[in-house]
């Protein structure tokens, strides 16, 4: 067992900084060749990249966070990071082995990506977990979701009994209908609407759909009908239940920057599986990225900015955690 992965053992529910990591950072690159595959989902074809290393000594399916988000991390709504590509590229140098692939209805993905719920983004991850796994040597597969895609993971790990480990980046630990409240409350602009979006929430997590017409113009597009359903969907899940219902070795990721996902979030989790481990990076915001300054625009240009790197540390942190911990 290396020092490193000592440090994470003895240190399960504190904060790990990259300055530990240093280990990890000294393995020499591994070319990795990228292939983009088309396969066959249950609501349509899913677009996917294979990232394969030419010696795989694990393999990673990465589950992208919410909204209409492509398989490296960017979407039509501004959303510019390429952080799923980075993180690709990134476990390649350590010989790891990932999938990424786009939502239903976005980039070459077909479906409509409004009909969607969890268990339906999860019966797409069977899929791609099977691939994956057909592709290598590995017998199983990690999982590392990205905000909504971490729920995902958790809920694919009760339903599979051939997975390695689950690492959870930026993932909500609260009830996610809590959560959107808190973000809507930061929001000066919607400080009138505030009450409104609180009976609209409160509405949906009891599962009653919301007329938009009784809704203001700022909040209809945030509970348009088309979306309800999925929301009335995501919001009866418990994050810590979820946590709760596996007990495949679980890596809790988050960054003290990130103004979507809060450090809350991540004590409540690491409360949920005491034999958890736990990374928190500073100054890393949603995105995996480093804040360049202390303020929400400085934060919000890590979300524009597909150039800039994935925070020191992470990448080197999952790779230690997954190579040390495989069985």
Known sequence: MTHTAKLLRKTALGRITGAL??????????????????LPGPAGPL????????S???????????????????????????????LAEGLA?????????????????????????????????DLLIDMLRDRGPQTCVWLAGHSEGGLIALKVAQRRDDLCGIILLATPG?????????QLSRVPE???DLPMAQKAILQLVIGNPVPVADLPPSLQGLFAPQVQPFLIDLFAHNPTELAQATDLPLLIVQGDADLQIGMQDADVLAQARPDSQRLTLPGMTHVLKTTPGPTRQDNMTTYRDPNLPLTDGLVDAIAGFILDDRP
């Open 174 to 182: 609260r009830p996610v209908s809590a959560i959107l409240l808190e």
């Open 47 to 54: 677009g996917a990249t294979l990232s394969l290393p030419e």
């Open 21 to 38: 990591l240093l280990c990890c950072a000294l393995s020499s690159p591994v070319a990795a060749a990228e292939t983009d595959l088309t």
């Open 56 to 86: 795989v000594r694990a393999a990673v399916l990465i589950l992208p966070g919410s909204g209409p988000t492509d398989r490296n991390g960017n979407s039509a709504f501004g959303l510019k990071t390429d952080t799923y590509r980075k």
């Open 93 to 125: 140098d350590h010989a790891i082995a990932t999938l990424r692939a786009d939502k239903r209805g976005v980039g070459t993905s077909g479906g409509d990506g409004n009909a969607v719920t969890l268990d339906a983004y999860a019966r797409d991850a």
């Open 190 to 192: 919607l400080e009138n």
